[in-house]
């Protein structure tokens, strides 16, 4: 007996639609695998190391972010 059936659907979508979903697909990728991936609901942790930054880009961000911390708590944040 197969352990795994395939059990499809039909499903209507606009040439938009089909379009914006072909404009996704990776590789040898399906439609079914390009559905599943752009709603599967991501964890932060998956994108852990994804953001490439310079030192600068860095300087600037912990800056922005000083000034923010500083204005909800009213105290001066030390460099880290």
Do not use: P, Q
């Not at 059936?5 to 079914?32: D, H, P, Q, W």
């Not at 030192?55 to 923010?68: F, S, T, V």
Request: hydrophobic share 35%; glycine share 8%.
């Amino acid at each position: 007996m197969c352990k795994h059936m395939f059990v499809g659907k039909t499903i209507t979508i606009t040439r938009e639609a089909y379009e914006a979903l072909a404009r996704e697909k990776r590789g040898n990728e399906s439609f079914s695998d390009v559905v599943l991936r752009l709603t599967r609901k991501a964890k932060l942790s998956d994108y852990y190391g994804t953001w490439k930054m310079d030192d600068a880009e860095y300087e600037k961000l912990a800056k922005e972010l000083r000034g923010i911390w500083k204005g909800w708590t009213g105290e001066v944040v030390e460099n880290t």
